[in-house]
């Protein structure tokens, strides 16, 4: 065995709510924590940085956030991530890895909420991949493949695969069924799958019974769903599936 397989990975997710605050939950944000490497996010929705903080984490040590399409509660937490990283004196660079368009987008969305903050001087570098579907990038140690996600958001949206520490994790993002998302999961330690209703046809979103339609196909380890409406909130415990909750920490 090397290391690898011994190797561990944190999972919190800091929130694991819709867009809307349903349950009360805050929007996507989940922290990965590599043992040995610093953490990354796999989204980082408007409330990330609230949710960070309940959860005892130091923002500033986010080495990367992974951005899986930029919807408001998806990436609208980076400007204040960003300028919470100014203030508090972060010095290590800061790196966004989204679909193209990301750069553009960040950009408005800091200068919209903080006017002048996209151009302000900073002690530290952010620095933005854009990821096209198909295609792979690499940042703070982890590997990120792209799928084409079925969710308009006024760029591409994706599904993401994850390589960090010999683990892999799988997100769906927000998406209708694709068959992508068949590869997305293959194999992985962990999916973390959208489920926004139970079975009302939602377009452009994930629901329960696309995943129980399409079980047999999704072939990762384990699954865990997020991104609920209160239709789903209000099943818990009515399905086999294990299911997020702001707070969630498990370790894959
Ligand atoms: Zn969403
Ligand atoms: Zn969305």
Known sequence: MGSADRATVSVTFAGSGD??????????CIHLRPDGAPPVL??????????????????????????????GDHFGGLPFLVLDGQFSGRAQPLTVVGPPGTAARLDMAMDCLFPGSAAAARRFAVRVTELAPGSTARAAGVEAAAWTADHPSGAPALCLRLAMAGK?????????WTSSLIQVAAGADLLIAEAYYRDKAVPYHLRLADLNTHAAELTSRRIILTHMSADMLDQQGRHGYETASDGLSLRV
Do not use: M, N, W
Not at 19 to 28: H, K, N, P, V
Not at 168 to 176: K, S
């Open 42 to 71: 796999l989204d980082c929705g408007a409330t990330s940085l609230a949710a960070l903080k309940r959860c005892g984490f130091d923002p500033s040590e986010v080495a990367a956030v992974f951005v899986s399409h930029l919807h």
């Open 168 to 176: 892999v994790i799988a997100y769906t993002g927000d998406t209708a």
């Open 19 to 28: 867009a809307f605050g349903s349950g009360g939950r805050l929007q996507a």
